[in-house]
């Protein structure tokens, strides 16, 4: 339940009002495991433990007692999400030895940034266009793998194609790609709902979209092709009633951070890694 003041009935003095109620978490411990091949083997490890926190919990204990498994194994990770001004929470995981990799961002409608280089034209991507923009998507992951989330595997591609290809399927796809004088230079895509329902939860602003892409090929990156394609996404967005918008950045990425940041964004939730998770 939402208060009249925008705020959820579980809402907790100091944070981000765009975060959700909190709710109780019977079992804070879980944990996955993925084939190399699924798609989301791209944006972390195959074997995950996940420690769901709350602000009533002792952080601290929870981790101690955390059954854990995977010593040595790079490709099994913990990890822990939690608001990212929850700065008491920050210290317990720097003394167990977790790292703040990636962050959850949000904007409100309406927020500003730069407009972008004014020689760049942006329409959007069609079925001649999925090499490119899968391209510039595998360019995206190579890079950020450096900050130690994501991992290049060798379907990545494949995997990025197919769901490249099935957006274009949707009533409304939110591919757009950039170029100047024809020749193509950035990609950005984004879910509206119901595509964007999986991460709607993680705010109290009503109705989100999540930003799934941004890429700028190298060449032309710091030329103004990606603050075009933001500035004419938030427009679009602005225009059709969306509340928040959503996105994941790596945190240590020293271009993605302050782009984000000049274009209306803050952090909104932060995810501690410890890889292995032993």
Do not use: C, K
Request: charged share 20%; hydrophobic share 45%; glycine share 8%.
């Amino acid at each position: 339940m939402r208060t009249a003041a925008g705020y959820g009935s579980g809402y907790v003095p100091g944070m981000d009002p765009l975060l959700p109620a909190t709710t109780p978490v019977p079992e804070p411990y879980s944990f996955t495991e993925l084939t190399a091949d699924a798609l989301n083997a791209t944006w972390g490890a195959l074997r995950t433990h996940t420690l769901t926190w709350h602000p009533d919990a002792d952080l601290d204990a929870q981790l101690r007692d955390w059954p854990l498994t995977g010593a040595g194994d790079y490709d099994t990770a913990a990890l822990v999400t939690v608001p990212s001004r929850a700065v008491a929470a920050a210290e317990v995981l720097v003394r167990h030895g977790f790292a703040p990799l990636l962050v959850a961002a949000a904007r409100r409608a309406g927020l500003g940034g730069p407009a972008g280089a004014p020689d760049v034209r942006i329409r959007r991507v069609g079925a001649a266009d999925v090499d490119v923009a899968v391209s510039v998507n595998v360019e995206v992951v190579r890079y950020d793998s450096r900050f130690g989330m994501l991992n290049e595997r060798p379907s990545t591609a494949a995997r990025l194609r197919e769901r490249i290809e099935a957006r274009l399927t949707w009533d409304e796809p939110g591919l757009w790609l950039a170029e100047r004088d024809g020749t193509p230079l950035g990609v950005l895509y984004y879910d509206m709902p119901p595509h964007a329902d999986w991460i709607a939860s993680q705010t109290s602003a009503a109705p989100a979209v999540y930003i799934g892409l941004l890429g700028v090929r190298e060449a032309a990156r710091g030329s103004g092709v990606g603050s075009a394609l933001v500035a004419h996404t938030h427009r679009l967005l602005d225009e059709a009633g969306v509340a928040v918008s959503l996105l994941h950045h790596a945190l240590p990425n020293p271009r993605s951070t302050p782009f984000w940041y000049s274009h209306g964004y803050r952090p909104l939730w932060t995810t501690w890694q410890r890889r292995p998770a032993l």
